[in-house]
């Protein structure tokens, strides 16, 4: 239920602040963030070691790949499709999550909730294939506990969405997963923190936005990381 809370919560104020701002979004085009992802620079030992669906798993049973793992899976649970495919959103939880949690979001109220979620402008766009820019990253973390079959681990992350006409936008959070070792990986289990109210930073110097056009322009042909400590 919590970590289910989470992923809702996250990608229902991403949601809620591009309506506000007239931006309605689809899908990132480019680097959409399966085969073609390449590793971070790290420990390579930590993992992913492969891929299921597109979905980077097989982390090493330790603090760096329990790491690895929280970084990697909270960038896939921010994708669109979570939300928008309930096919795509069971091989995720699949790929990422514990038998309880995979249960928990075959409820009636939980599936219903995100078909709710999923009329949304921004996600009926992300359905449509629409240009847009849509990129969820982590930037740092911090291990909260880790005893060998569970790890709470904390991120900032920053997330940026745009289509259209209007410029992408950039939102800051603070929030963390509960992983536990379970059929020889790590598995999210739940979580109940994430926010969207930074810590926000200021722009070096006031420089002009950049539309979404000139965002998917630019930034084409690049491709996702895959993360490691």
Same mark, same amino acid.
């Given at each position: ?96 999550? @514990? +038998?309880? !949690?995979? %249960?928990?979001? #075959? ?7 995100? *078909?709710? =979620? ?81 810590? @926000? +930073?200021? !722009?070096? %110097?006031?420089? #002009? ?7 998917? *322009?630019? =930034? ?10």
């Amino acid at each position: 239920m919590f970590e289910e809370r989470r992923i809702k919560t996250w990608h229902a104020l991403l949601a809620l602040a591009l309506v506000v701002v007239g931006v309605v979004i689809g899908w990132a085009t480019d680097g959409g963030g399966s085969q073609g992802e390449r590793r971070g620079d790290g420990s390579a030992g930590a993992g992913p070691t492969r891929t299921v669906d597109g979905i980077p798993v097989g982390y090493e049973r330790s603090r760096e790949g329990a790491v690895a793992a929280a970084l990697n899976y909270d960038a896939v649970l921010g994708r669109p499709e979570f939300v928008t495919d309930p096919a795509r959103r069971r091989s995720i939880l699949e790929a990422v999550a @514990t +038998p309880g !949690l995979v %249960r928990q979001y #075959e409820q009636a109220d939980r599936t219903a909730s995100l *078909a709710s =979620l999923a009329q949304m402008p921004v996600y009926r766009a992300t359905r449509e294939g629409r240009a847009s820019v849509w990129q969820t990253t982590p930037l740092s973390y911090r291990v909260e506990r880790y005893t060998g079959d569970e790890a709470d681990v904390s991120t900032w992350s920053m997330a940026i969405v745009g289509a259209g006409e209007a410029a992408p936008t950039a939102s800051f959070g603070v929030g963390g997963s509960r992983l536990r070792w379970d059929g020889g990986d790590w598995k999210v289990a739940g979580d109940s923190r994430r926010t969207l109210d930074g810590p @926000t +930073p200021a !722009l070096l %110097r006031n420089a #002009e936005p950049s539309s979404s056009l000139e965002f998917r *322009a630019r =930034l084409r042909g690049l491709q996702g990381l895959r993360y490691v400590p």
